[in-house]
């Protein structure tokens, strides 16, 4: 079988797979989030906290609500990190110093897990399963409740009221994360990666010298790093490391993972509003351009120009062999068009414009099909935005889903759409004129701003993934990529809160002869563009000077 069939092959069968639990999950989702019922065990985390799981907030009360928790989680992980030298179970490792603490302290709660140091030399089982692995969980859980908050911004009418985000948070982790999870850790122990707390042991005599590796409760981090598109790795290697990822089918496994709550979110959207086709047009949407990208990912990989890549049979510098083309291919485009981050090849070493589509998915904001929770929110903030244009060109006010797109509601739509492009842009050209950061860049000209500006799109996307070749433990970068994870995480969530609250306010109007009918697959289509036009008037003239430069060249 070749390297194209095989590719082609394993898109196919995670499609199939995609589309097999699409319907039971979504569903499943929708019954979690509209349950009037609650579990005993989620009644004593309720009376622990102090939290009445039946008072509705207004989205005020709802943003405060996220933003106590995340900045809790952010103090304690800081914590953690710099009492790791007196923690048991530290391997030995020193407490991790302030700069460090910080940014990935940022990193997880933030859902970027954006991670500047070596995994495996770095951080303790205490750190890496109390630590980072909770955070794993429950931010990928702030993420779902804030999108269901959004969601019910649609769905209700004459009030301010979206839920309560306590109630959300513990549903999302322990009746969706925590079980898929458990069974997804079983399954990639059964396939060979590994789950203990053993030691560091010294493996065999290399040049003279010993390798040394240790243990870890791997498989458990690596099935909710995936299922929660966080994407920070046990070992620097992340997904490449076979101890984290060890066969072809696990790592299609961990693609599934990836993508199954963010496209399946689709249609918990679409019944919670009252219309499963609504959620269809969302999938169609995030799908099209999902498979888009793998399409062309794979055709610049396998285009191979030159005698070695020619004998390779394709751009196999940085790839696993056991992964090839395809399988590398498949898990870049989906865990750049997520919030992931994790990588089973180095993005530095795909080909110039191999680079830079896993550039321009993070750029698109992340939503073909996204991040559990974010991707949903962000599809329907362009959804909002498409609406608007439409309406501009027939002349009418422009509605989505019953509700007017005024004033307001565009102004938030905006400001929602300019966090991020602002950040990186600001951040990658301070980076670029000051005189130390670019001593950071492995390579100059194209390919070495291709490496910042790759860093601040991951970081202020809220994706995680790296360019390789960038040292990013510097003061500057710990400093700077944390900002732009705070901002870029929780900035949006205040505009798409306030937009959930303006539109659980409204009057729903009836549909008329002049209603954009915005199930039908030419809405789809439009939304499609105004997503790749848009994005691309934001950040061509900056892809420009890196990947297109360096791919024409």
Known sequence: MGPV?????????????????????????????????????????????????????????????????????????????????????????????????????????????????????????????AGLAVQNFVSAAVGMAVAVALVRGFARSRTGELGNFWADLVRGTLRILVPVAALAAVVLVACGAIQNFSGIHEVGQFMGGSQQWNGGAVASQEAIKELGTNGGGYFNANSAHPFENPTPFSNLLEIFL?????????????????????????????????????????????????????????AMEGKEVRFGVGGSSLFAVSTTLTSTGAVDSFHSSFTGLGGGIAMLGMMLGEIAPGGTGSGLYGMLIMAVIAVFIAGLMVGRTPEYLGKKIGGREMKLAACYLLVTPTLVLVCTAASMALPTPPHSMLNSGAHGFSEILYAFTSAANNNGSAFAGLNADTDWFNTMTGLAMLLGRFLPMVFVLALAGSLARQQPVPVTAGTLRTEKPLFAGLLVGAILIITGLTYFPALALGPLAEGLA
């Open 5 to 129: 069939t095989s590719g082609v092959l394993q898109l196919l069968a995670l499609i199939g797979a995609l589309a097999l639990v699409h319907l039971p999950a979504g569903s499943y989702m929708a019954r979690v989030y509209s349950s009037p019922r609650h579990l005993r065990v989620e009644k004593w985390l309720y009376r622990g906290i102090g939290a009445d799981p039946d008072a509705q907030m207004t989205w005020p009360a709802y943003l405060r609500a996220v933003l106590a928790f995340s900045a809790v989680g952010v103090l304690l992980l800081y914590l953690l990190q710099r009492l790791q030298g007196v923690l048991p179970g530290s391997l030995g490792f020193s407490s991790v110093d302030p700069a460090q603490s910080f940014n990935t302290a940022v990193s997880f709660v933030t859902n970027t897990n954006w991670q500047s140091y070596y995994g495996e030399q770095t951080m303790g089982h205490v750190v890496q399963t």
């Open 258 to 314: 990836i993508l199954v709550i963010p496209f399946s979110l689709t249609r918990t959207f679409g019944l919670m509003v009252g219309s499963v086709r609504q959620g269809y047009a969302i999938l169609a949407t995030m799908a099209t351009i999902w498979v888009g990208f793998v399409a062309l990912m794979m055709w610049t990989e396998f285009a191979h120009h030159g005698p070695a890549l020619q004998a390779a049979g394709a």
